[in-house]
């Protein structure tokens, strides 16, 4: 009799259905599954094939060529570095990466004001990404344009309006660079060159952006007594260009100013009810970290630094410095944000000619070594730079309040930082563990969920990385394994080259850059390309 083709259709599901599965990569089993998108933990297995998220479920049954066992641990996305100031310690030295990876980061956003590219070294971001790519990096790693990086490029560090065939240049390297494949254009308006762009030249920037689907990113103009201004004006950026706007490490700086943290939130909620894209990210510290010169009116710096800097030893340009530092306000100020006091201004690092004893003292501190007044070793200082300082400006309400904000993620506004370093913010090292051990698991200000969902989906969806930032299958396997009643950040201001603790497993792309507490030296990064 003969069987009919319909007839072998059983026989043929039933040999597909022996067939075994091919193993997986990875099998991570038992673990605490914090899944990204806000959602309450749940138990499972995950299976990781090909650098992808493959199965979860119950999965033990299933063959693997390796398996983590995750039991008592959870398992969550990549953490994303919302600021992590560039990727370029990566060429230079791979294990840069483990500030970073050893507190859960998979992902970092490269490029403040200035960026790597357009640069008399990396003409263009392609040039750029093909030299990372071809080095290998353990981690991943989007980019900015910097806006004082095109600036500086077209017509240098002057104090004045581009002209308009500048501004053509100017225009024209943001549309290289988004074509390369960068996220979008940013700023850090508080630094010159930066700080003498006017906002109709960042619309125009913002408008080439806009056509290639990009975001302003910004360090703003002002983040103490003009917050709410500089809000505005970032929110202008946005609208007149046409981009979604996020705004750099939100905070409001300086005792006087800090009720204005809560109108900022209001502020920008506002906008986002009227349908306006507007995001933000902190870091969870309540001193932030810039170079001494900051110190001073960036006006001064109109020719650039080298020549003002010579001006120093004029006993008579000093006085009016020191007048002007501590009486005027118009300005981003952070001697008056720290107390006007030099107790509150803490060294983080000193360069090569000055003494390394500096670090981790205060400029009050460091007077006192000298055997010589405040104001004489600020300005020594500052001479003889670089200097990088940690002035005391916030408060902890702000930080929670950040936390609590569900459009807030989170940065370390720091890049890929050596333990050899000569120092540094401890914001490198402990970022994301901080809020992890302090704001979640001891003072509570937020559930491990919601902490989770800030780190990862929420970063991962600003950026357009949406195969990346939560758990699901199909995504990419960027993931972090952590005792919940362990990790914690170890760096401090007076010691800050110290790697978190609690993390033992970091996965990237499917690939273990820290096993069992170990950097495995593995470059299974890439170089992420923003499509719209």
């Known amino acids: 009799m003969k069987i009919g083709a319909l007839a072998l259709i059983p026989a043929l599901v039933a040999s597909a259905q022996q067939q075994p599965a091919p193993p997986f990569d990875l099998l991570i089993a038992g673990g605490r599954i914090v899944d990204g998108s806000g959602n309450a933990w749940f138990r499972a297995d995950l299976g990781i094939r090909n650098g992808r998220i493959a199965a979860i479920g119950a999965l033990r049954r299933q063959s693997a060529k390796r398996t983590i066992d ?22 230079d030295d791979r294990a840069t990466a483990e500030s970073k990876l050893r507190q859960g980061i998979t992902t970092i956003l490269a490029g403040e004001g200035g960026s790597t590219a357009p640069s008399a070294k990396w003409p263009t971001f392609a040039a750029y990404f093909k030299a990372l790519e071809a080095k290998g990096i353990p981690m991943n790693a989007i980019h900015n344009v910097g806006a004082a990086q095109v600036r500086r490029q077209v017509i240098g560090n002057e104090n004045r309006a581009p002209a308009e065939a500048e501004m053509a240049k100017m225009r024209g390297l943001v549309e290289q660079a988004m074509r390369d494949g960068v996220a979008g254009f940013s700023t850090a308006l508080i ?14 920037m913002a408008k080439v952006a806009a056509r290639y689907g990009g975001i ?17 004006e970032s929110i202008r950026i946005g609208r007149e260009g046409g981009v979604p706007v996020h705004i750099f490490h939100l905070k409001a700086a300086g005792q006087a100013n800090w009720p204005l943290m809560q109108r900022a939130v209001d502020a920008i909620q506002g ?94 501190q460091i007077a006192k070594l000298r ?32 936390l609590r904000t569900e459009w807030v993620s989170v940065c370390t506004d720091a890049p890929p930082t050596p333990i050899t370093a000569s120092g540094t913010h401890p914001r490198a090292f402990g970022s994301f563990a901080r809020v992890l051990g302090h704001y979640v698991r001891e003072e ?24 990346r930032g939560r758990i699901a299958t199909g995504l990419a396997a960027d993931l972090v394994i952590f005792d919940p009643e362990k990790v914690r950040d170890v760096a401090t201001f007076e010691k800050p080259l110290a790697y978190s603790e609690g993390i033992p497993h970091v996965i990237v792309n499917g690939v273990a850059v820290i096993d069992a507490g170990r950097f495995t030296n593995a470059n299974p990064g890439r170089v992420l390309r923003y499509r719209q």
């Open 70 to 91: 995750a039991r008592n641990l959870v398992v969550a996305p990549g953490f994303v570095d919302m600021m992590g100031a560039s990727s370029e310690p990566l060429l």
């Open 271 to 364: 906008a986002r009810d009227l349908g306006l894209d507007v995001t933000a990210d902190i870091y969870p510290y309540v001193r932030n970290g810039l170079g001494l010169t900051s110190l001073i009116h960036p006006k001064h710096f109109g020719q650039g630094a080298a020549p003002f800097l010579k001006t120093l030893g004029d006993p008579a340009v000093r006085t009016a410095l020191r007048r002007e530092i501590e009486s005027t306000s118009d300005w981003e100020n952070w001697y008056r944000h720290a107390g006007s006091n030099w107790d509150n201004i803490l060294v983080a690092s000193v360069g090569a000619g000055l003494d390394k004893a500096y670090e981790a003292k205060s400029i009050a």
């Open 191 to 204: 630094y010159p060159p930066g700080t003498y762009a006017t906002t109709a030249e960042l619309v125009e």
């Open 444 to 467: 509570r200000v937020i559930s491990l969920e919601a902490a989770i969902r800030k780190m990862t989906s929420l970063a991962a969806n600003r950026l357009g990385l949406h195969d």
């Open 216 to 232: 302003y990113f910004t360090h703003m103009r002002n983040e103490s007594h003009a917050l709410l201004e500089a809000i505005s």
């Open 371 to 402: 055997g010589a007044d405040e104001w004489t070793t600020f300005f020594d200082l500052v001479a003889a730079g670089p200097v990088s300082v940690n002035p005391k400006s916030m408060n902890e309400e702000q930080k929670d309040l950040g």
